[in-house]
């Protein structure tokens, strides 16, 4: 049977997805000798949402409603002409999106809450309503989660930073028991301290102690090319000192 394994990258343009990103593309067909289309989508992405470019990163801002329809309608149109090629679809999902959220209790904004959530975690769950027939019908796909270490201890100064990353951690693990009969592979990667610009103003933390955005990419990079019988459910991923 032939196949193309097709890659969508939300939260491309910036950090661990656009290193991801940027890894699927950089693999030449003899380092990476499976048939693999990488999609993009990032608020800083240049291609138009409208169509479905493959290797590109396309214009998407995840908490717009307008944009959301676009990509649904784009989706719907390219999974119908996929569903019915001779070709079939294995299909693997990185949610890489999201920001950062320090503040002390006192100094929570209602509004910056609300923005926060939408992009950590509402918009995963918008993009697996929509894609949930294909993902469910196509090859086993694979669903791989970016959460933190924030999803399993707290940290001062983040609260809503780690309620967001608990959330995320919680729907990965959900999903995981709800997809088990369609044989889908969710993993949830606790990704420690990883040298993105998301530390660019935290000078108490040094991005020399922190595991490098290069070897990070490439080991979730290979999260798409797992053996059939290996279901990795998650992982921790830090920097030799450990959680800083």
């Given amino acids: 049977m032939n196949k193309l394994k097709r890659v969508f990258i939300f939260g491309a343009g910036s950090g661990i997805g656009q290193a991801v990103f940027n890894e699927f593309n950089s693999l030449s067909s003899d380092q990476n000798p499976e048939k693999t289309e990488v999609y993009g989508f990032s608020r800083s992405g240049q291609s138009s949402l409208a169509r479905l470019t493959p290797n590109t990163n396309h214009k998407f801002d995840l908490t717009s409603d307008s944009d959301f329809q676009t990509w649904e309608t784009a989706w719907q149109k390219e999974w119908k ?41 509402f918009s995963s769950m918008r993009v697996l309503k929509i894609m949930s027939l294909a993902l469910k019908s196509s090859l086993p796909a694979t669903i791989v989660f970016f959460t933190s270490t924030a999803a399993r201890q ?33 993993i949830n990667a606790y990704l420690g301290a990883i040298a993105t610009s998301i530390w660019d103003n935290r000078p108490e ?40």
């Avoid at 019915?84 to 920001?99: I, P, R």
């Avoid at 020399?208 to 921790?236: I, N, R």
């Fill in 81 to 121: 002409s996929w569903e019915t090629s001779e070709e079939k679809s294995e299909f693997v999902v990185y949610f890489a999106q999201g920001d950062g959220f320090f503040s002390s209790v006192e100094d929570l904004n209602l509004v910056e809450i609300q923005k926060h959530f939408s992009l950590n975690l």
């Fill in 154 to 186: 707290g940290f001062p100064n983040s609260t809503v930073y780690c309620a967001s990353k608990h959330a995320a951690s919680g729907l990965a693990k959900a999903l995981r028991e709800e997809w088990k009969p369609f044989g889908t592979k969710v």
């Fill in 205 to 244: 933390f040094s991005k020399e102690d922190m595991v490098s955005v290069k070897d990070a990419a490439v080991f979730l990079h290979g999260l798409a090319y797992l053996p059939d019988t290996v279901y990795l459910e998650e992982f921790y991923m830090t920097p030799k000192k450990g959680i800083l």
